[in-house]
C-alpha cells in the first residue's frame, strides 16, 4: 500500500507540472481564433510546452497505473485532483505570483485531506462485477464524444462547465478502467487486446484530454476545472465503493468520508489554477481598470490576467 500511496502523489506531482506546461500551450490558440474547431484544438497541442506536459503525463498515468492497482479508487481520484496545488505552487513561482490566503487554504486542505485518506483506505476492493461493465464503460466513452460534439459550439459559462464535466467523467472512466484490466503473466498481452476496458481506458483518456484543452481555450477556466474535479472524483469514488468494493479500514469510514471531502473541496479552491498565464500578461494584471465593468479583483492572479488579455483582443 506505500507503493500504491507514492505512485499516486508522484501521479498527482507529473499531472500537476504538466498541467501548467500544458496550460501555456493551449492559450496559444483561443476559440475566437479563425481555426476554431478540432483544427484549433490540435493546433493548441502542437507546441513544445504542451508536448512536454503530455510527456509527463505519460510518466503520470503510469505512475497512476501502479497506484490504482494496490489502492481504492477513492484515494487515486482525490490524490490526482490534487494535482491542483502543484500546479497553483509551481505555477505561482513560475510567474512569481503570490499565492492568497484563500489559495494556501486550498492548497492545505488537499495536503490534509490526501493524508487523512492514505491512513484510513484499506485495500482495494476485490469485487468482480462481470463483463458487462467493461462494455457499459466502453459505450459510455461513445455518449460522452457525442454529448461533447453536441455542444461543441455552446456558448461560455455553460460550454466550459459541460466540457469540464465530461474531462472529468473521462478520466473517472480510465481509473475504472484500469481496476479492470487482467492480469498479465510475462509478455502474454493477448488478454489485454481481448478486454472492452482496455480501449474503454484508451479512449477514455484521448477524449478527456480533448475536452480538457477546450475547456481551458474557453477562458473559463475555474468553471472548467471545476467540473472536471468533480467528475474526476465524486462518480469514480461512489462506483468504487459499490462495484468494486473499495473499502476503509474498520470504523474510519466517516473519517474517510471527510478526508475525501476536504481534498475535493481544497482542489475546488484552486479550480483557478487550471490555467496559468504566460509571462507577458503579468503586465495586463496592473491595469487599473478591467474591460466590460469588471472588478479590479477579477483581474488579479493567473486566469484574471489572460481573461484581461482575451478581452482586450477581443475589442
Known sequence: MLLGLCMALLAALCFGTAMVLQALGAQKHSPADPDSGLVGTVKAMVNLPFAAGLLL????????????????????QAALAGALAVT??????????????????????????????????????????????HWILLASILVIAVAGAAVWRVREPA????????????????????????AIHGMDLAPLFKDPATYALLAGGAVAFVFMTEGVRGGKVTTATAAMVLGETALPAVLGVILLGDRTRSGLEWLAVLGFAV?????????????????????????????????????????????VRMEHQHH
Do not use: N
Open 263 to 307: 481534498a475535493v473541496a481544497g482542489a475546488l479552491a484552486l479550480a483557478r489554477f487550471g490555467e496559468v498565464a504566460p509571462p507577458e500578461a503579468q503586465d495586463d494584471e496592473e491595469a487599473p481598470a478591467v474591460p466590460d465593468g469588471s472588478s479590479a479583483s477579477d483581474a488579479q492572479g493567473p486566469v484574471g490576467a489572460t481573461r
Open 159 to 182: 460550454r466550459a462547465a459541460v466540457m469540464g464535466g465530461l474531462c472529468g467523467l473521462g478520466f473517472g472512466v480510465v481509473g475504472i478502467s484500469v481496476r479492470l484490466l487482467p
Open 88 to 133: 497553483a505552487v509551481l505555477g505561482a513561482a513560475m510567474l512569481r505570483l503570490r499565492l492568497g490566503r484563500a489559495e494556501w487554504a486550498g492548497v492545505a486542505g488537499v495536503c490534509v485531506g490526501l493524508a487523512v485518506l492514505g491512513a484510513t483506505a484499506g485495500k482495494e476492493g476485490d469485487k468482480h462485477p462481470g463483463m458487462a461493465l
Open 57 to 76: 503525463d505519460l510518466f503520470g498515468f503510469c505512475a497512476q497505473l501502479v497506484a490504482l492497482r494496490s489502492l481504492p479508487l477513492y484515494v487515486v
